[in-house]
């Protein structure tokens, strides 16, 4: 469902916040003009993780790593 990766993000990919809480963040990428992903940083973690879907996957996602599954 998802990938971690690290803080350096192509310089290609724009950043657009969707949405920020107790539970930890969801941005969206967009390159070359479309949506490209979504990443959740959940708040137990502070992880970066970019989830393969919609953003209906990646609340589920962010959900998932805050419940302290293994990631």
């Not at 990766?5 to 941005?27: A, C, F, K, L």
């Amino acid at each position: 469902m998802s990938a971690n990766h690290s803080d350096d993000i192509d310089p290609e990919i724009e950043e657009r916040p969707v949405d920020s809480s107790d539970d930890g963040e969801i941005v969206e990428q967009w390159k070359d003009g479309g949506h490209f992903a979504y990443v959740v940083i959940p708040a137990r973690t502070r992880t970066r993780h970019t989830v393969d879907g919609d953003l209906a996957d990646a609340y589920r996602a962010l959900e998932e790593f805050n419940s302290g599954k293994p990631e």
